[in-house]
């Protein structure tokens, strides 16, 4: 479920980020409104409880496999939509950071899929509506388990979308939502029961804490500020796929920009410059820029690609051998003079 | 979906923890050098085209150096990478699968989802490797300062290091109850639907408790709301040049196919023979 | 900070639930003096420790700190002078270096850098922990976190310190020298605690509670010998009082 950076690209990673600072932005607007600074322990200490409550492996009736709580669904009950979505930003910071369970330009992917679509989707649209004031159980049930479900479709979808957008694999689409709305559906189907066993408990053990008081229900789903997200999100999103996108209009573009002024440069240097550097660059033949020929050629079956040149492959497993190289001679040099301090002032 | 382990999660956690608190040419570097140059190095990986191998491989210089200049052993790496690769791997495999156009490469014509196949591959590794490092040197203080000084709201920031802190806590304290429920469930490992509740409930309700307590000793420590933390260290000239040489190698790579011309001088050196 | 009295008078608490916890109960400790609090769990220790503090709020009674009467709206100040020791130093370490953690406090009171590191490695120096400023609490043994949690309030020079449980879960070395850093300090000391050993050692005067009352109160050598109330109040009687089971003698003390 958690998007890694492999399957990213700058575009979709940037605009998402771009979008889960605004929600964050927004969100913290909201929390310090409440004037309530326990709610900063509390966020903390919460966040710090569901990364540790998703370690806990449970088996899943009849199947022989276990599964483990997600939490986003549980964070926006106890503490509000606004602050559950913070500390579910912090989880997956945790998780990127110290884990590796995520990247870290598909923060903002993860933090879209896991904490968006549970905390200000699945919980005020679906979970508060159906449950109630939480008084009738079975309606608390169904409604954590479709609020879960939802929402984890939902992430699962933003997974696919991101990923087709990125366009750093060729999965057919619907081979891809094939693959993934069916394995969301069960790990929903759990987080469902998860969630509904431990918001029971916690109803009958320490029913204050799911007090109306305690849960700020998002107000009518501000259309406005949602749709000012989106808009912010296609522009980031847009604009940076224009600049850094594998697509080739926009590679070619930004090409032309950097060989024009590099000739501008040979140019309009003084002699020996120009000559250095052109002794330089003739070494760099073309400057390289085959992705745009790959793309370019890529779709025309059953004609050969030009694919990657010989000397390509050779300067590749050279470039690979140097870097392994350079680092054992830092490492060597580092080893002689060996200071033995270990904690960091 | 795979089993997660409360006491394997702890060790790695700490092992990171441990490593950043080392001194070394790249832990003193100011954490905004160290952030900063983790997230160019991200978008330049990520920028790269869906096929693109050996263009990348250049920027393995990046994780080598520093593995090497923090005196970082790759072992924690290695096991991180582990953990994380079969699921991209997955859906790598399936290139080769679906893209079928034959592309050359030197001598050989293979699927051009190989490619794409390599390409992730080589993604992955940089991505989940810069990441890692990023944690190992800079420490998660480190990063909280980072995220400060690139104008993260405090209190966002705040949240993230007492998750941090109290992450251990929790975790160590889930080993002991999942250990516990192994005792005496007849060896099963997975915890039955019905004390779900019960344990799950009783550590949400145990960390509440916490929390208040927390937020007590806080208060009690003249809290206000505002979180006051000591002054950051200055960016320095070595921070700066840090920053630059890295920023500047990564733009190279990625204007330049470096591993092209690596491939021409080597054939020039070995008299065209290539 | 000079060492501060505490002066409880008439003191009844009841938890919002109606439970009643303490009903009336009076009690006062004299500048530098440390008086131990004991009592069966469920006594009411925690309680009255919470109301020193200003963290619960009495129905009635007054709580009076070196001449501050504790109300809404002196607590920043009052605070100023207790230093609450949490039983559980985890509650009481929540940065990420201990050093941020005994820097917390004083950075609070508005002291600029220079103040506070001066303040702050005092602190760490006087509980004997200076290398471990940089720590992150987690890597810290239990003896090494309960300094920590001392020194977080040392930091900020209070007069009375309010301990709670504090040799819980020390290994017999770590509590020895907790014993030794409590005796060496200066300020007034109110220590709730199930280790009578360390009643008798550290605290010249004692108070039993039971009950949410004082049930007696004086000095520790008497009250800890007395093994009928002891007995009556759910206590044990500390060995080192107790008279030898082979023949009968009392340790001279």
């Known amino acids: ?345 | 979906m795979k089993m997660r382990d409360p006491s394997r999660t702890l060790a790695a956690f700490y092992t990171v923890d441990e490593l950043s608190r080392r001194h070394s040419p790249v832990h003193d570097r100011h954490p905004l050098a160290l952030s900063a140059t983790t997230a160019a190095f991200m978008v330049v990986i990520a920028s790269f085209g869906r096929r693109e191998v050996s263009t990348i491989l250049p920027l393995f210089l990046y994780p080598c150096l520093t593995l090497a200049l923090a005196d970082v052993r790759p072992a924690e790496l290695f096991r991180r990478l582990a953990s994380v690769a079969p699921l991209i791997l997955a859906i790598a495999a399936l290139s080769p699968v679906f893209e079928t156009a034959p592309v050359r490469v030197g001598p050989w014509t293979i699927a051009g989802g190989w490619l794409s196949f390599g390409s992730l591959v080589v993604k992955l590794t940089l991505t989940v490797t810069a990441a890692f490092l990023l944690v190992a040197t800079a420490g998660m203080g480190g990063v909280a300062r980072g995220l400060r000084a690139a104008g993260v709201p405090r209190l966002a920031v705040v949240v993230l290091q007492m998750t941090y802190r109290y992450v251990a806590l929790l975790l160590a304290e889930v080993t002991t109850m999942t250990r516990a429920h192994e005792l005496r469930s007849g060896g099963r490992r997975g915890v039955d639907r019905s004390v779900l509740g019960p344990m799950i409930g009783g550590l949400l309700l145990r960390s509440y408790d916490r929390a208040g307590r927390v937020y007590d000793a806080m208060s009690l420590r003249g809290f206000d709301g505002e979180y006051r933390v000591g002054q950051a260290s200055r960016f320095g000239v070595p921070d700066t040049l840090y920053c630059l040489a890295w920023l500047g190698y990564f733009a190279i790579v990625r204007l330049v196919d470096l591993a092209e011309a690596l491939g021409r001088i080597a054939n020039r050196l070995a008299g065209g023979m290539l | 900070m000079n060492a501060c009295g505490l002066d409880l008078n008439a003191i009844r608490f009841s938890y919002p639930d109606g439970r009643p916890v303490l009903g009336g109960l009076s009690l006062s400790l004299k500048p530098g003096s440390k008086l131990a609090l004991v009592g069966a769990n469920g006594s009411g220790k925690s309680t009255l420790l919470g109301l020193v503090a200003g963290l619960l709020q009495p129905q009635s009674g007054s709580i009076d700190i070196g001449g501050l009467t504790l109300c809404k709206r002196n607590l920043k100040e009052a605070r100023q002078r207790i230093g609450f020791v949490f039983q559980d130093p985890d509650d009481q370490l929540f940065t990420g270096s201990v050093y941020d953690d005994v820097a917390f406090g004083p950075r609070n009171g508005g002291l600029d850098q220079a103040a506070v590191r001066e303040r702050a490695d005092a602190a760490l120096s006087t509980v004997g922990i200076a290398d471990l400023a940089d720590r992150p609490p987690f890597r810290l043994s239990g003896g090494e976190k309960r300094m920590a949690a001392i020194a977080t309030v040392l930091s900020m020079d209070p007069g009375l310190l309010v301990l709670d449980e504090p040799s819980a879960a020390l290994d017999p070395k770590a509590r020895r020298r907790l014993i030794s850093l409590l005796s060496s300090l200066s300020q007034s000391m109110l220590i709730a605690t199930h280790d009578l050993e360390l009643a008798l050692e550290l605290c010249d005067e004692t108070a039993i509670l039971f009950g949410g009352a004082v049930e007696a109160a004086g000095r520790s050598k008497d009250l800890l010998a007395d093994e009928g109330l002891l007995d009556r109040c759910g206590l044990e009687a500390p060995l080192s009082v107790r008279a030898c089971p082979v023949c009968g003698k009392r340790a001279a003390r």
């Not at chain 1, 992430?155 to 619907?174: D, Y």
């Open chain 1, 1 to 345: 479920m958690h998007m890694a950076d492999a399957l990213v690209s700058p575009g979709v990673g940037g605009a998402l980020w771009a979008a889960t600072l605004g929600l964050g932005a927004y969100s913290i607007r909201k929390v310090t409104a409440e004037v309530d600074d326990k709610k900063i322990t509390l966020m903390g200490v919460m966040a710090a409880f569901v990364f540790a409550a998703q370690m806990v492996n449970f088996t899943i009736p009849g199947t022989g496999s276990s599964g483990h709580l997600g939490g986003g669904l549980l964070l926006a009950a106890l503490l509000g939509p606004y602050a559950g979505f913070l500390a579910m930003g912090s989880v997956l910071a945790i998780q990127a950071l110290c884990f590796a369970d995520g990247g870290l330009l598909a923060y903002g992917c993860n933090v879209f899929n896991l904490g968006f679509f549970t905390c200000f989707l699945a919980y005020p649209l679906i979970y508060q509506p159906i449950a109630g004031d939480g008084s009738s159980k079975t309606k608390s049930f169904i409604a954590a388990m479709v609020a879960a479900v939802v929402g984890l479709q939902a992430g699962a979808f933003g997974v696919v979308i991101e990923t087709m957008l990125s366009g750093k694999t060729e999965l057919p689409f619907g081979a891809f939502v094939a693959l993934m709305q069916p394995i969301h559906l069960a790990i929903g189907v759990v987080e469902g029961f998860v969630t509904a066993a431990v918001l029971a408990y916690v109803r009958s053990a320490s029913p204050e804490l799911l007090a109306p008081g305690a849960t700020v229900a998002v107000s009518s789903a501000r259309p406005k500020a949602l749709l000012g997200l989106i808009l912010a999100t296609l522009v980031v999103g847009i604009g940076l796929s224009w600049f850094a996108s594998t697509d080739p209009d926009g590679l070619e573009w930004s090409m032309e920009k950097v060989s024009g002024m590099a000739e501008l440069e040979v140019e309009g240097g003084a002699h020996e410059t120009a000559a250095g550097i052109q002794a330089v660059t003739a070494f760099l033949p073309d400057y390289g820029f085959k992705s745009a020929e790959t793309e370019e050629a890529e779709p025309s079956w059953p004609a050969i690609d030009a694919g990657t040149s010989l000397s390509g492959v050779v300067g590749g497993v050279l470039a690979l051998g140097l870097s392994a190289l350079a680092g054992l001679a830092a490492f060597g040099l580092r080893r002689k003079p060996r200071p033995a301090g270990t904690g960091k002032a």
